[in-house]
C-alpha cells in the first residue's frame, strides 16, 4: 500500500484560505468515504480534524473543511489563523488498511 | 475524559524486540478498536495495525506481518503493541489511538523507541 500524496508545503497570510490536496487510487480515496485529516504540532501527538470526507469533530472550528473528487480529497482551512501552522496529514481506509499521506507544511506568513 | 496513556520510553539493541503499553480510560475499553501508528524522526505518519478489544482480533500492515504482534488485557484496559527483530530503521515514536467512525480520534501521547548498538 503506497502513502497517498500530498503537496510537502502550503502557504498564506492571515485571514487567507489554503487547500491541501491528498491523491489516493480507487482502492483508497476513492473507493471509500473514509478519509481523515489529522493535525499535527511539532512534538505532538495528532489530532483529528475531518473525518468521513467532510465531518469536524465537536471543537474542531468551522475553518476547516474536507471534501472529496474521485480519487483526489482535499482540506481547506478558511481564514487562516497563526495557531493553524502545523503539518497535515491526511488518511483513507483501504479495505481493512489504513494508509496516511506524505504530509504537508502549513506556513502561515 | 477519555485518555490513553502510554508506557515511557525505551532503548533497545538491534535485534531485540519491544512491547509498549496503551492504557485507556473514560471510555469502554472494548467497543473500539485500538490502532498503533509510527513517526520516525523527521518522517511522516505510518499505519502499523490495529486490535479490536472485544475479540482480540488483529490486523496488520503487510510491511510489518511476522515481526509485529497486538494483544489486549480486557482486565485492565491496556493495549499492548510488541515490535521484534528490531533495527535502526525502528528508531521511531509510536502511537496508540481510539478508532471511533473509522478515524483515530483519540491518541496517546506516544513513546519514544530508539534502536541503537
Known amino acids: 500500500q ?108 | 475524559q477519555v485518555q490513553l496513556v502510554q508506557s515511557g520510553a525505551e532503548v533497545k539493541k538491534p535485534g531485540a524486540s519491544v512491547k509498549v503499553s496503551c492504557k485507556a480510560s473514560g471510555y469502554s475499553f472494548t467497543g473500539y478498536y485500538i490502532q498503533w501508528v509510527r513517526q520516525a524522526p523527521g518522517q511522516g505518519l505510518e499505519w502499523m495495525g490495529r486490535i479490536d478489544p472485544h475479540s482480540d482480533g488483529a490486523k496488520y500492515a503487510q510491511k510489518f506481518q511476522g515481526r509485529v504482534t497486538m494483544t489486549r488485557d480486557t482486565s485492565i484496559s491496556t493495549a499492548y503493541m510488541e515490535l521484534s527483530r528490531l533495527t535502526s530503521d525502528d528508531t521511531a515514536v509510536y502511537y496508540c489511538a481510539r478508532d471511533r467512525q473509522v478515524s483515530m480520534d483519540v491518541w496517546g501521547k506516544g513513546t519514544t523507541v530508539t534502536v541503537s548498538s
Open chain 1, 2 to 109: 503506497s502513502a497517498l500524496t500530498q503537496p510537502p508545503s502550503a502557504s498564506g497570510s492571515p485571514g487567507q484560505s489554503v487547500t491541501i490536496s491528498c491523491t489516493g487510487t480507487s482502492s483508497d480515496v476513492g473507493g471509500y468515504n473514509y478519509v481523515s485529516w489529522y493535525q499535527q504540532h511539532p512534538g505532538k501527538a495528532p489530532k483529528l480534524m475531518i473525518y468521513e470526507v467532510t465531518k469536524r469533530p465537536s471543537g474542531v472550528p468551522d475553518r476547516f473543511s474536507g471534501s472529496k473528487s474521485g480519487n483526489t480529497a482535499s482540506l481547506t482551512v478558511s481564514g487562516l489563523q497563526a495557531e493553524d501552522e502545523a503539518d497535515y496529514y491526511c488518511s483513507s481506509y483501504a479495505g481493512g488498511n489504513y494508509v496516511f499521506g506524505t504530509g504537508t507544511k502549513v506556513t502561515v506568513l
